[in-house]
C-alpha cells in the first residue's frame, strides 16, 4: 500500500509557474511508476505526465511538452511536476497517481494509488 500526497497548487497568471509536489509513503517510492493526471470541471480525467521505474524514461500529453516536466527524488520519496508557461487551460485539479510496475502508461485505471488532488487555476 501507498498513500500520495499532492501539494503546490494555487492561483497563477498566464505565463506563471507553480511546482507541484507528491509526497508518498509506503513502500520504496523508487519502486514506482508516477504519472500525474488533470481533471478540468466538467471534463474527463486526462494524463499530463509519467516517469517509468524503468529507466526513468518520462512521457507527456502533447499540449505540455516543453512547459512542464516530471521528475522523482527518490531519497525525498517524492515526485514533481514543474509547470513553466502556464495557460488558462491548464487550469484543473491535479492528481499524483502511482504504480507497482516497471513501465508507464497514459491511462488512469493503469494506476491503483492517487492522491487526494491539488488545484491549480491559472488567470489570464
Known amino acids: 500500500q501507498v498513500q500520495l500526497v499532492e501539494s503546490g497548487g494555487g492561483l497563477v497568471q498566464a505565463g506563471g509557474s507553480l511546482r507541484l509536489s507528491c509526497a508518498a509513503s509506503g513502500r520504496t517510492f523508487a519502486s514506482y511508476t508516477m504519472a500525474w493526471f488533470r481533471q478540468a470541471p466538467g471534463k474527463e480525467r486526462e494524463f499530463v505526465a509519467a516517469?517509468?521505474?524503468?529507466?526513468?524514461?518520462?512521457y507527456y500529453k502533447d499540449s505540455v511538452k516543453g512547459r512542464f516536466t516530471i521528475s522523482g527524488d527518490n531519497a525525498k520519496n517524492t515526485a514533481y511536476l514543474q509547470m513553466n508557461g502556464l495557460q488558462p487551460e491548464d487550469t484543473a485539479a491535479y492528481y499524483c497517481?502511482?504504480?507497482?510496475?516497471?513501465?508507464?502508461?497514459?491511462?488512469?485505471?493503469?494506476?491503483?494509488?492517487w492522491g487526494q488532488g491539488t488545484q491549480v487555476t491559472v488567470s489570464s
Open positions: 497517481a502511482a504504480a507497482y510496475r516497471r513501465y508507464a502508461s497514459t491511462e488512469a485505471n493503469y494506476y491503483p494509488y
Open positions: 516517469i517509468a521505474w524503468s529507466g526513468g524514461s518520462t
